[in-house]
């Protein structure tokens, strides 16, 4: 069976609907709890998939959260030789940063239900999937694309939503993952920061309510073809 190595940040930040995508593939997923205890360099280097999860600290927070240097640079060794790598919002800006671009706070905050604008790369987009659907955004920071990434979304705040890594690699700032069920633990996780840019709990449910099992649905698309590309 293949490994699937987690890297979690925040208890209720969890792979959500790819808990159940992933055993389609061979994995066997195990998370590691940033933070407490050592880092799994080794693993992190030789696991089938590595996934790194989202977290409301910022990738740039190195003095406050020392663990993040060591993430950062056991990333960059498993992109530089290539591995299969998923990062899912925090764990997106440690991709960019691991390969050299910048993130940083963005222009405001963006939280809830919107669509992605996906752009036109050439050849399919890796989220042509998520075309039309209304993603979960939930972040404040930005990041760059590396000089080896290829942007593949924006949105009105955020110029660079995504951006693949050849076949290997998919670094998403907003969430396509989670399973609307699940919002609830978002909700009460993060009340301080929806409480500071004045964002009900209820508006949020609402929007859930409306559109998340229809993303929920576009996101399961989504990831499939991606692992298809790499493990079918």
Known sequence: MKRALVLRHVAFENLGILARILPDYGFASVYHEVGLGPLP???????????????????????DYPFLTEEIAAISRRLLAQKPT?????????????????ASPGPGKEIGYAPLT????????????????????????????????VSLASTPLCPHQA???????????????????SLEAWLIGHTCELGKVGIKPG???????????????????MFRRWLDGIFA
């Open 41 to 63: 360099a080794d693993e992190i280097q030789s696991c089938d998939l590595l996934i790194v999860l989202g977290g409301p600290i910022g990738v740039y927070e190195t003095e």
């Open 118 to 149: 996906l752009r036109d790369i050439g050849g399919e987009n890796p989220l042509s999937d998520l075309e039309g659907a209304q993603v979960l955004h939930w972040h404040g920071d930005a990041f760059g694309v590396p000089p080896n990434g």
């Open 163 to 181: 951006f693949a890594l050849g076949h290997y690699g998919l670094a998403l700032q907003f969430h396509a993952e989670v399973e609307p069920d």
């Open 86 to 102: 998923l990062g899912i919002c925090l764990g997106a800006q440690l991709m960019a940063t691991a390969l050299g671009a910048p």
């Open 203 to 221: 508006d949020l449910r609402r929007q859930a309510a409306e559109q998340g099992a229809a993303t929920a649905q576009a996101g399961a698309k």
